[in-house]
């Protein structure tokens, strides 16, 4: 199912476009529309461009035309490599040896409304929400027949994905433009202020969970949204809701943590095996990925850029017994991103996700050399099937065929615990600490390491350990007043050695200059 998926959304790829210099976002073609929505199957079509979004640069491919004006296929043009970017780069758990525009300022944490990865992430949120309001503007009132209920469905999803794009923008920009389905097609949209964007997410999701607007948990399609994904992001939301709007939500962090936990998805066995090329099969505990396939969805994003990312030649050779092989051999180890000493320093020894390799755990001196700093093989383009002497790789050696989890079940095990920790009702000390000790049973391999108390300090640098690299740190660090605080510090935070406390207004990113000159309604955020 996942290559059916993946060949979707590669051939809809041109079927709509959306190439735009300002905020007016909106196909050109009066003409697409109709023909696209005229049948249930280019329906289906025009809802994996939605999720396609997520997953491709552009129209055809690397090098090629991306989604956007102004983004380079081969830097900025891809939503995972964006996000990344933004929630890894600044904290303890990445650092970028490379030059490039834009990176120094997010290794330094000092941000720029002129960054063109900032610019890139931004505008793929709002790209995913103009795909998302055009799919659903024009689903509404046709008749789709013996086939409504699925599209009905679709619907469901279209919005789920909706809503998760502008969780995106309300987690690093905070009062990002906004628009919908409903609002007239060519305005300058208004700009939404934080606790008002929480509001409408969460009202989205909770009409989505409460009238079953997508499948059941674990009834769809691999690679599609169902109930277990809404309620997994309610549980995300409701965990940083302090953040957004003031008044914290433990309890319904609890309880909806609770039902993704309830709802039949189980841990994987091995954690390596939950990041390689076949992670789309055997997998219990993945709740909904990012369908990548080396061969029909093409990036110099995604995982192919995590492989490549942290990656480097000689590492095969020399750690060939802890790493096998990274999978890629063309265009392949591009040895840029490291972790910092700090994030290193969390782990025990035995710990199965400690996934790094290198010569010095420290970035000393010179962050720029490439002898500094460890780097992690936790994506590989092999499968589970690999041996030390025979590894097996994914269907290309130039592309990744490796899901990312955008939610697996760690996470809600992770999240309730934490909820019960700060004091939610509802949930059970006991209960937290059996998950939590799930999650450590799992990376030792027995129960020697299993604790009988939780602390919320506990709780943060276990999420370090099990979901690094996946898009949680800057965020996790933030809830815990340890992103730009001194509670905190870690080499080369705020740009010198030792380490400093940046200004707190760097908790949010800027909203794009380019954004601000085409759209006098919005207002930069706070001291940028």
Request: net charge negative.
């Amino acid at each position: 199912m996942k290559k059916n998926i993946i060949y979707i959304i590669t051939v809809v790829a041109i079927a709509l476009t959306s190439c735009f210099d300002d905020l007016d976002r909106f196909p050109a073609n009066d003409t697409t529309s109709e023909v696209v929505y005229s049948t249930f199957d280019g329906t289906k079509e025009a809802l994996a461009k939605i999720y396609g979004a997520y997953t491709l640069s552009g129209q055809v491919g690397p090098g090629g035309k991306p989604d956007i004006v102004g983004l380079r296929e081969d830097q900025n043009a891809d939503f995972l490599r964006n996000w990344f970017n933004h929630q890894e780069t600044p904290t303890d758990e990445a650092h970028c040896r490379w030059n490039d525009a834009g990176i120094p300022e997010l290794n330094y944490i000092k941000f720029t409304p002129t960054a063109s990865f900032t610019f890139g992430l931004y505008d793929k949120c709002i790209l995913q929400v103009m795909y998302a309001n055009d799919f659903l503007r024009n689903t509404d009132g046709r008749d789709y027949g013996a086939q409504q209920d699925e599209v009905n469905y679709f619907r469901g999803e279209a919005r789920f994905l909706r809503a998760f794009a502008y969780w995106v923008l309300i987690d690093n920009f905070g009062n990002p433009p906004f628009v919908t389905e409903k609002d007239d097609l060519g305005i300058l949209p208004d700009q939404i202020q934080r606790a008002d964007l929480f509001k409408y997410i969460e009202d989205e999701l909770l009409d989505l969970a409460n009238n079953q607007g997508v499948k059941e948990a674990r009834a769809n399609e691999y690679g599609r949204a169902d109930m277990g994904a809404v309620w997994a992001l309610l549980a995300r939301i409701y965990l940083n809701a302090e953040v957004y709007t003031g008044t914290a939500r433990w309890t319904e962090a609890i309880t909806y943590s609770k039902k993704v936990i309830d709802a039949g998805y189980d841990l994987h066995k091995n954690y390596e095996h939950l990041f390689l090329a076949d992670n789309n099969v055997n997998n219990p505990e993945m709740i909904l990925p990012i369908a990548y396939d080396g061969q029909s969805s093409r990036v110099n994003g995604g995982v192919t850029f995590l492989i490549n990312g942290g990656s480097r030649d000689e590492y095969q050779v020399k750690y060939a017994d802890k790493l096998i092989h990274y999978g890629i051999f063309s265009n392949a180890n591009w040895n840029g991103y490291m972790v910092r000493k700090q994030f290193i320093d969390k782990f025990d020894e035995g710990d199965k996700r400690f996934l790094f390799v290198g010569e010095n755990p420290s970035l000393g001196s010179d962050p720029s050399d490439k002898d500094n700093g460890l780097q992690t093989y936790k994506y590989r383009n092999i499968t589970s099937a690999s041996t030390k002497d025979k590894p097996v790789y994914g269907s290309d050696i130039t592309f990744a065929d490796n899901d990312f989890p955008l939610f697996r079940l760690a996470e809600q095990y992770l999240i309730y615990a934490e909820a019960v920790v700060r004091g939610g009702t509802g949930g059970s000390m006991d209960l937290a600490v059996e998950y939590f000790n799930k999650l450590r049973e799992r990376a030792f391999g027995n129960q020697s390491k299993n604790v009988a108390n939780l602390t919320a300090q506990d709780i943060l640098d276990e999420r370090a350990r099990e979901l690094y690299w996946e898009c949680f740190r800057r965020t996790d660090l933030i809830r815990y007043n340890q992103f730009t605080s001194s509670a905190y510090i870690w080499e080369w935070k705020g740009g010198v050695k030792e380490g400093r406390a940046v200004s707190d207004h760097y908790n949010l990113f800027p909203l794009p200059s380019q954004d601000l000159l085409a759209n006098p309604k919005l207002k930069q955020n706070d001291k940028y």
